[in-house]
């Protein structure tokens, strides 16, 4: 399995799930979490962070995640929720309602990152477990290819920013199709950069 293995969820109660998200930096677009239990014995060779893999290499995984996986879910914390709540929070709202929407009911959660948020079952933080924990290198494909997914179908809605190439970050074109055609409803005004960059 690359650098990820099963050893983090074996030393924990079972069900384990991994649990990461997509999308906590961009400009616009919702914030989406993913929560993956995979079988004891899922063989899933080439599986790492999502960071690491290509688009087709994720594409490849995501059937391959689900067909191994005892449960997965992926949610999303939209815009406004990101706008009232913060990114962080909104995060972990997304987080819970993958968490929630899981078909199996987890004894014990591994996140992503350096919270354990409350999800109605122990959970442990995991400072870069998407390149040492199959199930949170599992969950960080599906929220990336499924965030990804909906910012393509965004960018024909709100054409013009290049949603589908960028998926809402902050590169130049971003930054240059904004100043052109001012923002869209999925943008996170809420964010200091942002108004910024439309107040300069």
């Given at each position: 399995?690359?650098?990820?293995?099963?050893?983090?969820?074996?030393?924990?109660?079972?069900?384990?799930?991994?649990?990461?998200?997509?999308?906590?930096?961009?400009?616009?677009?919702?914030?989406?979490?993913?929560?993956?239990?995979?079988?004891?014995?899922a063989r899933l060779d080439g599986l790492d962070d999502s960071k690491r893999l290509t688009a087709r290499q994720r594409e490849a995984?995501?059937?391959?995640?689900?067909?191994?996986?005892?449960?997965?879910?992926?949610?999303?914390?939209?815009?406004?929720?990101?706008?009232?709540?913060?990114?962080?929070?909104?995060?972990?709202?997304?987080?819970?309602?993958?968490?929630?929407?899981?078909?199996?009911?987890?004894?014990?959660?591994?996140?992503?990152?350096?919270?354990?948020?409350?999800?109605?079952?122990?959970?442990?933080?995991?400072?870069?477990?998407?390149?040492?924990?199959?199930?949170?290198?599992?969950?960080?494909?599906?929220?990336?290819?499924?965030?990804?997914?909906?910012?393509?179908?965004?960018?024909?809605?709100?054409?013009?920013?290049?949603?589908?190439?960028?998926?809402?970050?902050?590169?130049?074109?971003?930054?240059?199709?904004?100043?052109?055609?001012?923002?869209?409803?999925?943008?996170?005004?809420?964010?200091?950069?942002?108004?910024?960059?439309?107040?300069?």
């Open positions: 399995m690359s650098g990820v293995h099963l050893r983090l969820e074996r030393a924990r109660p079972g069900p384990v799930c991994g649990v990461d998200e997509a999308g906590r930096g961009p400009w616009a677009g919702p914030v989406c979490a993913a929560a993956v239990i995979l079988r004891p014995r995984a995501e059937p391959r995640i689900k067909a191994e996986s005892l449960a997965w879910a992926v949610a999303f914390a939209s815009v406004d929720e990101i706008g009232e709540l913060n990114i962080l929070r909104a995060t972990a709202l997304a987080m819970r309602r993958a968490v929630d929407a899981l078909s199996h009911a987890p004894a014990f959660a591994l996140v992503d990152g350096d919270k354990a948020f409350e999800f109605g079952c122990r959970s442990e933080a995991v400072i870069g477990g998407d390149g040492i924990s199959a199930s949170i290198a599992a969950a960080s494909i599906l929220a990336k290819t499924a965030r990804d997914r909906l910012m393509a179908a965004l960018d024909a809605e709100f054409p013009g920013y290049g949603f589908a190439a960028h998926k809402g970050y902050g590169v130049p074109a971003h930054a240059a199709a904004l100043r052109a055609l001012g923002p869209c409803p999925i943008h996170r005004m809420t964010w200091a950069p942002l108004r910024e960059l439309l107040a300069g």
